[in-house]
């Protein structure tokens, strides 16, 4: 029985995740197809570039959202039947399979974003200060460095890594059970997959610069 409960988390995080937001917010303000332009995925960076900073924070907020209504839905729906002990997996599985959604959705032909904004969502459902940690710490690394990809492969180590304070720090219900600590790493692992083409360019020298920074290079350019 218990399996069965599982599966239903995954799949309530899988579908929460495969809402294309950043696709419908620019076919709608631009008509353009996101998966067909600028790096084919469907997040806030993306969407940033084909309709403009309204349109990319509207989608990085909406990619959070999806995220934590996701585990939110999960807790409510099976926080009874599973109880203290398992619901965190369930919560796991579900914040696992967000992701997951979010990068390969069914209604995009498994096409999708790099996971960032369902990241942030699902751990901020478990740790509320998961929310203005990962905010000013995408702010952060966009205004210094420029690159998107950077900032979310930063924010996937985080995670697992404050799950992991909160363990051994002996931290009320995050004490109890490795469910977040091992479901932080599998997000983190899925986001790093994602971004592969990045991580190429990244050691290349050639990764997008976006945000303040580019202005900045744009202007020296034009001196």
């Known amino acids: 029985m218990n399996a069965i409960y599982f599966i239903i988390a995954g799949l309530i995080g899988y579908l929460a995740g495969a809402v294309p937001f ?7 303000k631009k008509g353009i197809n996101l998966t067909e332009f600028g790096s084919g995925r469907t997040g806030g960076t993306n969407s940033l570039r084909a309709a403009g900073v309204s349109v990319g924070v509207l989608t990085g907020l909406s990619d959070v959202f999806k995220g934590f209504a996701g ?12 109880g203290d002990s398992l ?4 919560l796991i599985i579900c914040g696992v399979m967000s992701v997951i959604g979010h990068n390969w959705s069914i209604f995009l032909k498994w096409k999708g974003g790099a996971g960032t904004g369902p990241n942030v ?21 966009l205004i210094g460095l ?15 890594i404050s799950f992991a304070v909160l363990y051994f720090a002996g931290v009320g219900e995050y004490d109890g059970t490795l469910a977040y600590i091992i479901g932080g790493i599998a997000t983190a692992a899925i986001v790093v ?9 990244l050691i290349n020298g050639t990764e997008r610069i976006v945000g303040p920074r580019a202005k900045r290079l744009k202007a020296r350019q034009q001196k």
């Open 87 to 90: 619901l965190p997996w369930a």
């Open 146 to 160: 420029g690159m998107a990809s950077v900032a979310s492969m930063t924010m996937a180590a985080i995670i697992p």
């Open 193 to 201: 997959w994602a971004l592969r083409p990045n991580i190429k360019r």
């Open 71 to 82: 585990i939110w839905i999960t807790r409510w729906i099976l926080g009874g039947p599973l």
């Open 22 to 28: 950043g696709y419908l917010y620019v076919r709608i």
């Open 121 to 141: 969502g699902w751990a901020t459902a478990i740790w509320w200060p998961m929310f203005p940690i990962g905010f000013l710490t995408m702010i952060a690394m």
